[in-house]
Nanobody, 119 residues
């Protein structure tokens, strides 16, 4: 059974950090592109970062220099290190797996983890 499980969300003050984890079961995560996306109620889901099966990474401009995506092959897990968090980063964060980093390619999704940045 293919499954992605996110963890690591929580509440932090502006300027704080969180590390999100996306653990995979039922498939080898490194064989696929893994993306991190987020969604605020009433808004479209936003792609943030992706790591391809070749290890190449991409970031949306709003998180460049603040967020870092990485992969641990032994743990079959992808991480999103989030630094310098801002209130506008508040959202439900999802990881997803697909054949490439195109938004339309993501076929398997986790259940999401809430990130709240508040003063």
């Amino acid at each position: 059974q293919v499954q992605l499980v996110e963890s690591g969300g929580g509440s932090v003050q502006p300027g704080g950090s969180l590390r999100l984890s996306c653990a995979a079961s039922g498939f080898t995560l490194s064989n696929f592109a893994i993306g991190w996306l987020r969604q605020v109620p009433g808004k479209e889901r936003e792609g943030l970062s992706c790591i391809g099966s070749d290890g190449n990474t991409v970031y949306v401009d709003s998180v460049k220099g603040r967020f870092t995506i990485s992969r641990d092959h032994a743990k079959n897990t992808v991480y999103l290190q989030m630094n310098s968090l801002k209130p506008e980063d508040t959202a439900v964060y999802y990881c997803a797996a697909g054949l490439d980093c195109g938004l339309g390619s993501f076929a398997s999704w986790g259940q999401g983890t809430q990130v709240t940045v508040f003063s």
